[in-house]
């Protein structure tokens, strides 16, 4: 089986946003799945995916703290800027985390972890609605 979606995600904030509700709750066809792969692609240059620590969100703080510290803002070498001083340094974050995950699906349920979620990683200030494209690949639970 074989299934594609389009998952739109509401504009969000700068920062690193907890996104497996949102994903799981549009995707009712992974209760079908006994054993497959959800592989979930964002469509976006100054945005990243990623999974990590779902309990504390201080985590999620220390991430934009970290990545914001390591691309600054207002670099003089820069040449693409037309966009504002946080768009560079976002494609820079957005490809070092990347646009693409896979998770493992087992009985129906995303295999994650104890502690693991999704995170959309928004690196613009004004962010807008991000797409991603949900690919399930298994098969059925009998």
């Known amino acids: 089986m074989w299934i594609q979606k389009t998952i739109v995600i509401d504009k969000k904030a700068r920062g690193f946003h907890i996104i497996t509700d ?5 995707l009712s066809e992974i209760k079908q799945i006994k054993v497959g792969l959800l592989h979930l692609y964002l ?3 100054s945005a990243s995916l990623t999974i990590n620590e779902n309990a504390d969100q201080t985590v999620r ?3 934009e703290n970290f990545f914001n510290k390591l691309i ?3 670099q003089i070498n820069y040449r693409h800027s037309i966009e504002g001083p946080d768009d560079m340094p976002a494609h820079i974050k957005s490809s ?4 693409f995950i ?3 699906i087992t009985n129906g349920k995303l295999n994650l972890g104890t502690w693991q979620g999704i995170y ?5 200030n004004l962010g807008k ?5 949900a690919t399930l690949q298994g098969s059925y639970n009998i």
Not at 96 to 99: D, E, T, V, Y
Not at 129 to 133: E, P, S, Y
């Open 120 to 124: 959309l990683c928004e690196h613009r």
């Open 22 to 26: 949102q994903v799981t709750n549009k």
């Open 129 to 133: 609605k991000r797409k991603l494209i």
């Open 96 to 99: 070092i985390l990347g646009p």
């Open 61 to 63: 703080v220390d991430f």
């Open 102 to 104: 896979s998770i493992p």
């Open 43 to 45: 469509k976006h240059t």
């Open 72 to 74: 600054s803002e207002n």
